[in-house]
């Protein structure tokens, strides 16, 4: 009997994520830089993710299926590192696959192989998915010091135009000509006290979720339109530290190459307790 199922090229693939929120098993997550197939059990084969893969990463290839091994599957997956064991096992817990798992656990114990098991408990019970969805509780964590503000105050918003949801947007609105423009994850504003005095000050805004939000093709064909046609002076990808929101980064990347007008890019990076962790220009 023979079975189709994905196969990376992790040569190409750049880690973008793109295809993650495309996978309905869950079956890829981006581990160490590069998006995984964390298990081939929960590969369905129909190759949902190949279309959103920029790079060409993906393909489906067809090969003689043979009883689930899961202490073969513990043998390769080890070689790739303490980070995608742990991602595997948490995708086995997560389908309820609690025989593969205790063969899974018993293969590392029988291996000598320390991941120190019971403190990654948590880890292996929630983990499986994108890792911006994992449930946090920021009211027992000590949170960076701000001045002191003795009485309420009402900050005023920058925002300059409506709407602001990428889809909605008509990227040849006059507000768009030779504007500096900011393409924000829909979380950073949430997370980021200061996000309107730090990006939106004199600034065009654009929101999007690259996780969420469907017909992605079309958020890329409005910012080619937006570099070529409506002459935007500069495009800041506002993201969140979660993996998926790396796909924001790529759409603005492809639709610069599209438009094949070198329009700078600035990346910033937010914590999701609201920090700037990395700004840089890409």
Request: aromatic residues 4%; charged residues 25%.
């Amino acid at each position: 009997m023979k079975r189709k199922i994905i196969q990376i090229d992790e040569e190409k693939c750049t880690g973008c994520g793109l295809c993650i929120p495309n996978c309905q098993e869950g079956a890829l997550q981006i581990i160490d830089g590069k998006v995984r197939l964390i298990s081939d059990l929960f590969c369905d084969g129909l190759g949902a993710c190949i279309g959103h893969c920029p790079e060409g990463a993906i393909e489906i290839i067809e090969r003689e299926a043979v009883p689930y091994d899961e202490r073969r599957v513990m043998e390769i997956l080890v070689t790739k590192g303490p980070n995608t064991v742990l991602a595997h096992l948490a995708h086995l817990r997560h389908h309820n696959e609690e025989e593969f798992l205790q063969q899974a656990i018993n293969y590392l114990k029988e291996n000598n192989i320390d991941l120190t098991i019971e403190k990654h408990e948590e880890h292996i019970a929630s983990a499986c998915g994108c890792q911006g969805s994992m449930a946090r509780d920021f009211r027992t964590e000590e949170k960076p010091s701000a001045p002191e503000v003795t009485a309420p105050v009402s900050a005023r918003s920058e925002l300059r135009q409506w709407p602001v949801q990428l889809h909605l947007l008509n990227p040849h609105a006059s507000y768009f000509k030779n504007a500096d423009v900011v393409l924000a994850a829909d979380c950073a504003a949430f997370a980021m006290g200061d996000f309107h005095a730090r990006y939106m000050k004199e600034k065009t805004i654009a929101i999007a979720c690259p996780k969420l939000d469907s017909n992605k093709e079309s958020y890329i064909q409005k910012l080619t339109s937006m570099i070529n046609e409506t002459k935007i002076n500069s495009l800041n990808v506002v993201m969140m530290e979660v993996p998926c929101c790396g796909g924001l980064l790529q759409m603005a990347k492809m639709a610069r190459d599209a438009a094949g007008r070198n329009v700078p890019i600035k990346r910033s990076i937010i914590s999701i307790q609201g920090e700037l962790l990395e700004e840089e220009w890409a």
